[in-house]
């Protein structure tokens, strides 16, 4: 349980993927605090779930770790890839809004000077989803070899709290990281930048796709 722990909250530090998403499309769409912990907490759990899932089934056909940890890989992979191109659309999506809502002026009937720009107020629940989806294919690499440990000894116990011991950890420093990012982004003075939020959360989330793909972490 200890190793569980330590492992989780070790890897989902020094993964950026696991928090840098979340508080570059908090900031993007001023999503309230609670929302934002919601978020977190859906896609947490379905991150944590698909390697369980994985893992006990691997458990129940008596595979090798060998094969699970490939087959994560993959997934690792393939989730990898999905981040870059979400990324790399809400920066295109950005950039089009920026221009869309740059602030320009007209003469009203009375010959005053009004300046203003064209805000979308569009829904972003599709951002969400596409979220969701990167979590739950993006495997917990480091929980398969840990629940074949206590699987091969058939100790059950030690098994559910490995699990529960490595999902409350790895879900809880992915909200801590967010709402430390959060806090961090409100002391900025960034008044300027704000039409062009959006792309740079698309940005921010692309970069963080290529740093996970080309870099060990």
């Given amino acids: 349980m200890g190793t569980a722990i330590t492992i989780a909250l070790i890897h989902?530090?020094?993964g950026p993927d696991h928090y840098i998403p979340f508080i570059a499309l908090s900031k993007a769409n001023?999503?309230?605090?609670r929302k934002t912990i919601y978020m977190v907490l859906v896609c947490g759990v379905g991150h944590v779930l698909g390697s369980v899932i994985l893992g006990l089934f691997g458990i129940a056909l008596s595979a090798g770790v060998s094969s699970l940890v490939n087959i994560e890989d993959f997934r690792g992979t393939f989730a990898t890839y999905m981040l870059i191109a979400f990324g790399l659309i809400y920066t295109?999506?950005?950039?089009?809004?920026?221009?869309?809502?740059?602030a320009h002026t007209h003469i009203s009937p009375d010959g005053q000077t009004l300046t203003h720009s064209h805000e979308n107020n569009e829904k972003k629940s599709g951002v969400f989803w596409g979220l969701f989806i990167f979590f739950v294919l993006g495997p917990c690499e480091p929980l398969i070899p840990l629940l074949?440990?206590?699987a091969a000894s058939m100790d059950v116990l030690t098994l559910i709290m490995v699990t529960i011991s490595f999902s409350v950890c790895?879900?809880?420093?992915?909200?801590?990281?967010?709402?430390l990012g959060i806090k961090g982004f409100q002391l900025l003075k960034i008044n300027r930048l704000e039409r062009y939020t959006h792309a740079?959360?698309?940005?921010?989330?692309?970069?963080?796709?290529i740093s996970v793909l080309a870099l060990p972490i």
């Fill in 30 to 33: 001023n999503l309230p605090v």
């Fill in 12 to 14: 989902t530090l020094i």
């Fill in 170 to 179: 790895t879900i809880a420093m992915m909200l801590l990281m967010t709402l």
């Fill in 200 to 209: 740079l959360a698309g940005s921010a989330i692309l970069l963080c796709g």
């Fill in 148 to 150: 074949m440990y206590p």
């Fill in 92 to 102: 295109i999506y950005g950039i089009r809004r920026a221009m869309k809502n740059k």
